[in-house]
């Protein structure tokens, strides 16, 4: 079993800069992928970024080159978001899957609210 928190959303204006942290604790140890997706009001939860066991990482094409994921250590990873803008307003959910076992495991969310 694995729990996720999401922390450090809020509310900022448009090109201003915000960090999100992921807590986990449980079996995390394997072959897995950490990652962060978010849903805006009436749209489809979307992945934004996914960091690999072993290091590969992949961003939405609407983040690259503002957003940055990085895992420190097996339980901890951050979602550096620079230049944000109104469109990046959604819940942020932390997500946590086991290659081996393809069993999915979410945080709770963290709003982001970023205004014009």
């Known amino acids: 079993q694995v729990r996720l928190e999401e922390s450090g959303g809020g509310l900022v204006q448009a090109g201003e800069s915000l960090t999100l942290s992921c807590s986990a604790s449980?079996?995390?140890?394997?072959?897995?992928?950490m990652g962060w997706y978010r849903q805006a009001p009436g749209k489809e939860r979307e992945r934004v970024a996914i960091?690999?066991?072993?290091?590969?990482k992949e961003y939405a094409s609407s983040v690259e080159g503002r957003f940055t994921a990085s895992r420190v250590n097996p339980y901890t990873m951050y979602l550096q978001m620079n230049s944000l803008t109104p469109d990046d307003t959604g819940v942020y959910y932390c997500n946590f899957r086991d290659l081996h076992t393809s069993a999915d495991y979410w945080g709770p969310g963290t709003q982001v609210t970023v205004s014009s």
């Open positions: 449980g079996s995390i140890f394997g072959n897995s992928a």
């Open positions: 960091i690999y066991h072993g290091g590969p």
